[in-house]
């Protein structure tokens, strides 16, 4: 069946890095626009990054434009998302999701503190 596993979320002060992990199965990982989004406490979800299928295009919301990198390897069927430059407004629940998949992972929990 169809899972999407994120990794790589913890505690981290404000302007340092977290590397986050979304490794996938049982669905054809290269066809398909891959996503990263975050929730917020009493927020709803919101798209942070998305990326083409062959990860030639990328496309950020202004919020982490400059701080944030995400990145594919279709080999490994997973997708990345590099926080740099972190601020308390970062922390969420962040989830990778298969653009018209409909399936969500548990997500990865981002908390920037210090």
């Known amino acids: 069946q169809v899972q999407l596993v994120e990794s790589g979320g913890g505690l981290v002060q404000p302007g340092g890095s977290l590397r986050l992990s979304c490794t996938t199965s049982?669905?054809?990982?290269?066809?398909?626009?891959m996503t990263w989004h975050r929730q917020a406490p009493g927020k709803e979800r919101e798209l942070v990054a998305s990326?083409?299928?062959?990860?030639?295009?990328?496309n950020y919301a202004d919020s982490v434009k400059d701080r944030f990198t995400i990145s594919r390897d279709n080999a490994k069927n997973t997708v990345y998302l590099q926080m740099n430059s972190l601020k308390p407004e970062d922390t969420a629940v962040y989830y990778c999701?298969?653009?018209?998949?409909?399936?969500w992972g548990q997500g990865t929990q981002v908390t920037v503190s210090s």
């Open positions: 999701y298969a653009v018209g998949l409909g399936s």
């Open positions: 049982g669905f054809r990982f290269r066809y398909y626009v």
């Open positions: 990326i083409s299928t062959t990860g030639g295009s990328a």
